[in-house]
């Protein structure tokens, strides 16, 4: 169960992250699910993209 469970999370979590920094959350949701902390890690990293600012640095 965990398989499914830790993914989905990782997912969640990216697209959250990528909606604040005006990024594509569907794409951040998926690259979240495949490749876990690595893309939290690269959205942390990453500026925020153009556009009004939600709040994130």
Do not use: C, H
């Amino acid at each position: 169960m965990e398989f499914l469970i830790i993914p989905v999370v990782f997912g969640f979590a990216a697209a959250s992250v990528a909606r604040g920094k005006n990024r594509n959350p569907y794409l951040w949701f998926a690259l979240g699910l495949v490749t876990g902390p690595f893309a939290l890690v690269a959205l942390v990293v990453m500026k925020a993209g153009p556009g009004e600012d939600q709040g994130y640095e």
